[in-house]
C-alpha cells in the first residue's frame, strides 16, 4: 500500500508541475473494466476538437480495446472493432481523413497516463499525421538513465536530432515511467484523469498472437462530460428601413 500510495503521490506531481497544460473538456468512457476519464489538452485544438467530434457522434460506443501490450498501451477506436468475431485481426478500421500533427514537445510528452492518436507509419505517412479515431493510453515503463541514453539515441536516428528528453522529462520517464521512444512521432492530446488503473488493469490481460484480449474489453459508452462553450450568438444587425416613395 505504501509504494501504490507513493507512486500516486508521484504522478499527481508531476502533473502538476512539470505538466501544465490547460484542460477544458473531458470524455468519459464506460467500459467492461471500469471507467476511465479524459481531459484534452487545448494546446492540441485539432485533435481535441475531432475527438469530441467522434465521441458526439458515438463512433467510440462498443468498440473494442483491440491492441494491448503489457509494459506499453492500449489502444483502441478500430471502427470495425464493434461486431468483431472472436480472433478476427483488427486495426485497420478508420475514417478516410487524418489530423495534422500537434507536437508540444517538451511541454507534452509520452509519460504514464497520457492519450496520444495513432497513426499510419512513416513509409505512408512522413508527417506524421494521425489517424481520426484510433488512439492509444499510455502505460509503459520506468526508466533508468541508461536505458534513456540509449533511447535517445534511437529518437536521434528517428528525427534527425530533433528531439530531445530534457532533464524535467527525464525524471518523470524515471520515476512515473511512460513511453519515450514515441516522443516527437505521435501526438499526445489528452491525460487520465480518473481510472489508471483500470489502465494498469487492462495492460495485463492475456492476449493473442495479433496482441487482441482473449476476453473482449469494450468501450461500453463514451460520452462528452465538460465541453467547450458555446460560441456567442450573432449579433443581428438592424436593417434600415427605407421609407417608401411619394407617389408625385
Known amino acids: 500500500m505504501k509504494r501504490l500510495l507513493t ?13 501544465a497544460q490547460t484542460t477544458s473538456t473531458e470524455v468519459l468512457f464506460e467500459t467492461t473494466k471500469g471507467n476511465i476519464r479524459i481531459a484534452l489538452y487545448d494546446e492540441t485544438p485539432q485533435h481535441r476538437d475531432n475527438f469530441l467530434k467522434l465521441t458526439k457522434m458515438g463512433s467510440y460506443d462498443s468498440l473494442l480495446f483491440h491492441r494491448v ?19 478476427q485481426l483488427l486495426g485497420s478500421g478508420d475514417y478516410d ?14 509519460r504514464r497516463g497520457v492519450v496520444a492518436a495513432a497513426r499510419e507509419g512513416d513509409e505512408k505517412n512522413p508527417e506524421r499525421r494521425s489517424g481520426a479515431s484510433q488512439f492509444y493510453m499510455v502505460w509503459g515503463k520506468v526508466y533508468d538513465d541508461r536505458r534513456l541514453d540509449y533511447t535517445q539515441q534511437k529518437i536521434d536516428s528517428i528525427t534527425n536530432g530533433q528531439v530531445k528528453i530534457t532533464p524535467e522529462m527525464r525524471e518523470v520517464y524515471k520515476t512515473i515511467g511512460g513511453t519515450p521512444h514515441l516522443d516527437g512521432q505521435y501526438t499526445v ?11 494498469e488493469a487492462i495492460q495485463g490481460v492475456a492476449v493473442d498472437k495479433n496482441d487482441r484480449p482473449l476476453e473482449d474489453i469494450r468501450i461500453l459508452k463514451a460520452t462528452v462530460t465538460k465541453d467547450l462553450p458555446a460560441p ?11 421609407a417608401p416613395k411619394k407617389r408625385r
Do not use: W
Open 69 to 87: 501490450i503489457k509494459d506499453f498501451m492500449i489502444q483502441t477506436g478500430d471502427i470495425f472493432s464493434k461486431k468483431a468475431k472472436p480472433g
Open 189 to 199: 492530446f489528452g491525460e487520465i484523469i480518473e481510472g489508471l488503473d483500470v489502465v
Open 232 to 242: 456567442p450568438a450573432p449579433k443581428a444587425t438592424p436593417k434600415r428601413k427605407v
Open 97 to 110: 481523413y487524418t489530423t495534422e500533427a500537434e507536437f508540444r514537445l517538451p511541454k507534452i510528452f509520452h
Open 7 to 19: 507512486f500516486a503521490c508521484a504522478f499527481c506531481l508531476a502533473s502538476a508541475t512539470l505538466n
